[in-house]
């Protein structure tokens, strides 16, 4: 890939923003990519695009809300229905094939003002074989986590430790929302909502907005001293049909790494990956991934958890930022949180979470109960 990430821009992140409309969050983000990258939207970047998803934003055509904030009034916009990181994938595409220099990809979330998520996340199921269990979508979240521990004999203590080291995490990230020092037992003790699945196995909505800022290498050249590259990119839907995918594994991390991983050049992740940042919408969905990735075995990603291989000190860093557990789970915008913190720690702008010497990363995403849609992006401070 010949393509950079020059900018980023984004804002706090709170649990609710009555004060503050979408609109107005994602004008405050724009204005920070552009000042970061040192470009000017009406004279420097060729296209705009948005991650969203109409149903959480209340409206069809999203964006027709969009051109105003980020200075792309009478410019190319275009919606990606998918998460943060697709819509970067599309950037990317865009910028490869030679019509534009300079992309703004931009995802946010308002998940404060949605009043029934459940609903939504229902009318995703196949309307004639799922949907009319009118069954809570955490409960195959349930289902999946029990197929997965008994797959792997990962124990619910090891997918509580997830909550525990990625709110801890969370602490050293001004931009998180829900740091906090737990126990295990914190986790196991709360409600349970779809056995075993407890409350705190499941990440707490927030609200914030993301900019990202791409070019081309001969303008990221130009435009940034420390652009960080898009070494490979991969995306894959697995089926949408709750009977016939593999409940125990992520088939569609493990294709989109595939892709990525092979246009990256990576072919020993375990050695050639400083860290990572996957999705963990849930508690054991974070070793799900891991193992997706190839940062471990399958049938060692809890014990690896608990011995400390996957904290900030640890042989991979995962979810140094805090994750969808400690920033917040920000729905699609999510993946651009992760590649944010992928941009941050490349730049070694992290601060007190910092981690040493690092030079390449993995940023991985999920769109959620119930799909088995994802993307993952390999990004490394060296062309």
Not at 171 to 194: M, Q, R
Not at 349 to 376: F, H, L, N, Y
Request: aromatic share 8%; with cysteine.
């Amino acid at each position: 890939m010949t393509v950079a990430i020059v900018g980023v821009g984004y804002t706090d992140v709170r649990s609710t923003t009555p004060d503050v409309s979408f609109k107005e969050s994602m004008f405050e983000a724009a204005v920070k990519a552009y000042e970061d990258a040192g470009v000017n939207p009406r004279k420097d970047i060729g296209s705009f695009i948005t991650a969203a998803e109409d149903y959480y934003e209340g409206y069809s055509i999203f964006d027709e809300f969009v051109p105003d904030q980020l200075g792309a009034v009478l410019r190319p916009v275009c919606t990606v229905g998918g998460d943060g990181l697709l819509g970067l994938i599309t950037g990317a595409m865009q910028i490869e094939t030679g019509v534009f220099d300079v992309v703004a990809v931009e995802a946010h979330s308002k998940a404060s003002d949605i009043l029934t998520l459940e609903n939504i996340m229902t009318f995703a199921f196949d309307p004639v074989y799922n949907r009319a269990f009118d069954a809570h979508p955490f409960f195959v979240a349930g289902l999946e986590m029990r197929r997965f521990m008994h797959e792997t004999k990962t124990s619910r203590e090891q997918c509580a430790e997830v909550v525990v080291k990625n709110r801890r995490n969370a602490i050293d990230n001004p931009a998180a929302v829900y740091p906090a020092k737990i126990t295990v037992d914190d986790v196991l003790n709360s409600e349970v909502i779809a056995e075993p699945l407890t409350r705190s196995d499941v990440s707490q909505m927030a609200d914030g907005t993301y900019v990202i800022v791409l070019a081309s290498e001969k303008k990221a050249k130009k435009l940034s001293d420390k652009p960080i590259w898009m070494k490979g990119l991969g995306w894959c839907s697995d089926t949408p049909w709750l009977e016939s995918r593999e409940w125990g594994s992520t088939v569609y991390t493990h294709l989109a790494k595939e892709r990525a991983y092979k246009m990256a050049g990576i072919t020993n992740p375990r050695k050639q990956i400083d860290f990572a940042e996957v999705d963990d919408w849930f508690s054991y969905k974070e070793l799900q991934h891991i193992a997706a990735l190839g940062l471990c075995e399958k049938r060692k990603a809890g014990k690896l958890l608990q011995k400390g291989s996957f904290n900030r000190d640890g042989q991979t860093p995962v979810n140094v930022s805090g994750g969808r557990f400690g920033v917040g789970n920000l729905l699609e915008a999510s993946a651009l949180q992760s590649v944010l913190e992928c941009v941050l720690q490349l730049r070694s702008e992290a601060g007190k979470r910092q981690i040493k010497d690092a030079t390449t990363a993995v940023a991985q995403s999920w769109r959620g109960v119930p799909t088995g849609t994802g993307c993952v992006a390999v990004l490394s401070n060296e062309l």
